[in-house]
């Protein structure tokens, strides 16, 4: 079936006692100790073992017999499925072997047994295809999740989907729609582990199966209400983990004012997919308006419709505003649209970006004027820390405009529901109480652990 619903059951911890998936099943979480997952049964039957530090060492669902971890609790060698990995000091990946095939990462570039893979870039990702590159582009939900990726094929010059993802809920995958296995940062944006069947957020391994980490929250002390395994609040809906360390609400970073409302008009640029909001196209088309999400209906050149694989033919796509579970892709053109029309739309704006970048800014979302955040525990106890932790939504739309509506680390102009209050010079875990304006993508990035 196409229902994606997960029914769940926690203990008092937050702790997951029963999960229910459309199409699965029930797996039910037997055993505990504390919060550790001991034992599941029902449509996934398996045990775990647990090392001091609160590191899963086994588990039996997925035939792991041992698990080595370095002094950040990051995995080093995984017996079993056989998988060994290399990090910097500051527990960056390096270096991915299994299977007999070597990964090396890169800033930004991936290594395949010492040739290049692919280079991963705003849209997607080029490619490698011999001496040239082919262009990738990736359209994303509200939460990062990957549900399309598609490319120009060469051989017919037209644009072709590679590959459609659904998720549940907690990141389960169900069966992937085209050619399957070309793009592997799927939930959240995250690299998935085919071996171990995990997702790398940086500083810890997520199981989407069972919707927990592997390991204990290195900033647990932030959140003592709930189980330090507990994926994202318990609530990934609304929350993500951009690095493993700690949960985000992609509504409004944890303000105290009211989280923004989207609204399917012209100005927003919302589109949904099954009731997820959509985004990818924000960096693939920017600029282009979207009016009246699941409608079939031109207002000032703009045109949405529904783009299905079944739908394709040699000129393009129709519009198909009664199957609302289909991806919705907006663009300036008649009411049928084709592949060569969305890339020129693409490469337009492409060129747009390039002559319009504004001077003494830097890429958002990268090294700028702004130290990165340190990580780990604070040096001031929870309870002496600010309670206070940002400003309310009033006060940071006043601290943006006293930055002239600029991000104080890439110097880029912001917009109202794309600014964040970053704790600056100070982190809120090291007594800080001052904020500065940030846009998300620089705030996302001065809290990670990418350089």
């Not at 519009?319 to 969305?342: D, E, N, R, W, Y």
């Not at 604070?378 to 206070?388: D, I, M, Q, S």
Request: charged letters at 25%.
């Amino acid at each position: 079936g196409n229902n994606l619903g997960e029914t769940i059951s926690y203990d008092v911890m937050g702790n997951i006692t029963s999960l229910t998936r459309d199409n699965f099943g029930t797996y039910n979480y037997t055993g505990y100790d504390g919060n550790r997952l001991t034992a599941i049964s029902g449509f996934t039957n398996g045990t775990y073992s647990y090392d001091a530090n609160g590191n899963q060492k086994t588990n039996t669902a997925r035939g792991i017999t041992n698990i080595n971890y370095n002094y950040l609790n990051l995995p080093v060698s995984v017996t079993g499925p056989n998988v060994n990995y290399t990090y910097t000091a500051a527990g960056e990946k390096l270096q991915k072997q299994a299977g007999g095939i070597t990964t090396n990462y890169i800033d930004g570039i991936q290594y395949t047994n010492n040739s290049i893979d692919f280079i991963q870039t705003e849209e997607g990702l080029a490619r490698r295809n011999g001496s040239s590159y082919s262009y990738e582009y990736n359209l994303s939900d509200h939460l990062g999740n990957v549900r399309v990726t598609f490319y120009r094929n060469p051989n017919t010059n037209q644009l072709e989907v590679l590959q459609r993802d659904d998720y549940y809920a907690f990141g389960l995958r169900k069966e992937p729609v085209a050619k399957a296995g070309l793009n592997k940062y799927l939930y959240n944006g995250k690299e998935l582990q085919e071996e171990l069947g995990q997702y790398d957020y940086g500083a810890r391994f997520y199981d989407p199966v069972i919707g927990r980490w592997n390991v204990v929250d290195p900033m647990s002390e932030l959140d003592r209400k709930t189980t330090p395994y507990a994926y994202a609040f318990d609530d990934p809906i609304r929350h993500t983990d951009p690095d493993g360390m700690f949960g985000e609400d992609v509504n409004e970073d944890f303000d105290d004012g009211e989280d923004p409302k989207p609204k399917q008009t012209a100005s927003t640029g919302v589109l949904t997919v099954g009731g997820a909001i959509l985004r990818g196209l924000a960096t693939i088309a920017e600029g282009v308006e979207v009016v009246g999400v699941g409608a079939s209906t031109a207002i000032a050149g703009v045109v949405v419709g529904v783009f299905l694989p079944q739908d394709m033919g040699s000129n393009g796509w129709k519009p198909s505003p009664s199957k609302p579970s289909s991806l919705i892709i907006p663009t300036i053109v008649s009411t049928t649209a084709t592949f060569k029309q969305i890339e020129e739309r693409i490469n337009k704006v492409n060129e747009a970006k390039k002559t319009a970048s504004e001077p003494n800014t830097t890429a958002r979302g990268t090294a700028g004027k702004l130290e990165k955040s340190p990580t780990g525990k604070g040096t001031v106890p929870p309870a002496e820390r600010e309670k206070k932790r940002v400003p309310t939504a009033k006060e940071k739309e006043a601290e943006r405009k006293a930055n002239d509506n600029n991000c104080t680390n890439c110097g880029n102009k912001t917009k109202p529901e794309d600014t964040r209050s970053h704790h600056y010079p100070k982190r809120h875990a090291d007594g800080g109480t001052k904020t500065t304006p940030v846009c998300k993508e620089c705030h996302t990035y001065l809290h990670s652990t990418k350089k």
